[in-house]
């Protein structure tokens, strides 16, 4: 069973920064594919930020340029850096993993995290 642990969410004024984390499975990079979600209540899930295992990363048009998706090369974590905050960011932010193989055949991510709170005040 593979389980994601985030954490790094807070409130912040809007123009600032954040950056979170996710504790991922230990399995080799070459493998899986990583992502960022995030969610607002009574909305569906929306794709931030995807990372695959040749790492090449790819983003929502909201937040291309302000956010970036990397992976620690020494430990099983995932991040997001997020600049230059916009109200229109908060949400509870989660990350995804799966074997790309997986993914490329189901088009869904099995493992995801519990979700951090991100809250953009202006």
């Known amino acids: 069973q593979v389980e994601l642990v985030e954490s790094g969410g807070d409130s912040v004024q809007a123009g600032g920064s954040l950056r979170l984390s996710c504790a991922i499975s230990g399995d080799p990079y070459s493998r899986i594919c990583l992502a960022w979600f995030r969610q607002v209540a009574g909305k569906e899930r929306e794709g931030v930020a995807f990372l695959g295992n040749d790492g090449t990363t790819t983003y929502a048009a909201s937040v291309k340029d302000r956010f970036t998706i990397s992976r620690d090369n020494t430990k099983p974590i995932l991040y997001l850096e997020m600049n230059r905050l916009e109200p229109e960011d908060t949400a509870i932010y989660y990350c995804?993993?799966?074997?790309?193989?997986?993914?490329?055949?189901?088009?869904?991510?099995?493992?995801w995290g519990q979700g951090t709170q991100v809250t953009v005040s202006s």
């Open positions: 995804a993993q799966d074997f790309c193989s997986h993914l490329s055949r189901h088009g869904q991510y099995r493992y």
